[in-house]
């Protein structure tokens, strides 16, 4: 089998994780996801708000990928030692959404309120997306270094994947909003949902620690 055949079936694995990852990571109760349910709701510059967080997100992606790569492409035990580090995070972070199953949340956002300029709807969107130290964590560390593992050919796949589950999220919130805000201020929904990012975070965990005890 020569390279180009390895290559093309593994896009698709390298392209589904980014997406899993990405989704298990975004999909939280927070402030950027209540804004931009809230601008959704009011209708109000949605595209302009959905497609700076979706291309925040990305331009973060990608940077956290190539620059992982770049800086662990010769040190192979930082390598290592940065892959189990981010599946022993993915474990504890899958814990904590089996926990939230428990006691569950919602979200909310009013409609209600005097309305944004659309300078002013884009520096909220700017603060909440950028002044976010999770942000970094999720999408430079994290992400970063689980798409540093993928071999060269793979890692703009796997960014591919982590991005379009950015946009796809941020797009449902904004654009879905009417539709999807009795579905998310049920406690009910947000328990099937935890459950099924804390079982996927779970595998993308062993997948880390499985490539970095035989991929190295």
Not at 11 to 25: C, E, K
Not at 42 to 53: A, I, K, T, Y
Not at 83 to 89: K, M, W, Y
Request: net charge positive; aromatic share 12%.
């Amino acid at each position: 089998m020569d390279l180009s055949t390895t290559t093309f079936i593994g896009i698709w694995p390298a392209f589904l994780q980014g997406l899993a990852l990405s989704f298990g990571l975004i999909v939280a109760i927070g402030a950027q996801n209540a804004f931009v349910l809230r601008q959704g709701l009011r209708r109000e510059h949605v595209g302009s708000v959905v497609l700076f967080c979706a291309t925040a997100d990305a331009v973060l992606i990608m940077g956290g990928v190539f620059g992982m790569a770049q800086a662990l492409g010769d040190r192979p035990n930082w390598a290592r030692a940065l892959a189990l580090a981010g599946a022993l995070f993915l474990a504890w972070y899958g814990w904590k959404a089996l926990m939230r199953m428990r006691h569950p949340d919602r979200l909310q956002a009013s409609s209600g309120g005097e309305g944004l300029r659309k300078s002013a709807a884009m520096a909220q969107a700017a603060a909440f997306t950028l002044l976010n130290p999770h942000v970094y964590l999720d999408t430079v560390l994290l992400v970063g270094s689980m798409g540093a593992q993928q071999p060269a050919p793979l890692q703009g796949w796997f960014v591919a994947g982590a991005a379009v589950a950015s946009a796809t999220w941020f797009s449902l919130l904004g654009f879905g909003a009417r539709w999807l805000a009795p579905w998310f201020a049920h406690p009910r929904a947000w328990q099937v949902l935890d459950g099924l990012i804390g079982l996927t975070m779970w595998v993308l965990s062993a997948m880390m620690v499985r490539h970095a005890l035989n991929g190295f």
